[in-house]
């Protein structure tokens, strides 16, 4: 059926594809993922996903190992630059539960860190993680000022090291 994809008379539009894709609709409505970045929202959906090559035909064509994930909302920087692509693109990470059911996809993963990490705090502390860690390593967190705490190390309390008491 023709004009499930085209305009009568017209080529394939972004919104006819948007009409099907909603998962990526809805990302590119809420600003996130690489369909949203600067360099790929204002293209037409057919520059990169062009069809009428047959049945078999990939459609998607994505290089994992080339891929600037800085197009994404998501920058990777410390740890997370050097781990496997899978370790977080994982259908148990995707909250959106239509996304989770796509086959091999990269979509769907919040950026807030507790979507991927355990809340090692379990709750006690700020949800920004990063207003105390880094991406660089869990421990130290050099962002962590005890005298903002409710604990103020005072006297021999400020010379012994955090392992000590927070085993």
Known sequence: NCTQCHDLGNKVTNTKCLDCHKEIKELLNKGRGYHSSSQVKQKECIECHSEHHGRKFEMIRFDEKNFDH??????????????????????????????RKLEKTFLGLQDKC????????????DKDCKK????????????????????????GHSKVECKECHE
Do not use: M, W
């Open 70 to 99: 800085n197009q994404t909302s998501y920058v990777l920087d410390g740890k997370h630059k050097v781990i496997d692509c899978r370790d977080c693109h994982k259908p148990d990470l995707i909250e959106n539960t239509a996304i």
């Open 114 to 125: 507790i979507s991927c990490h355990q809340d090692f705090h379990q709750g006690t502390l």
């Open 132 to 155: 105390c860690h880094n991406t660089e390593a869990f421990r130290p967190a050099p962002g962590f000022d005890h005298n903002k705490s409710d604990f103020k190390l005072k006297g």
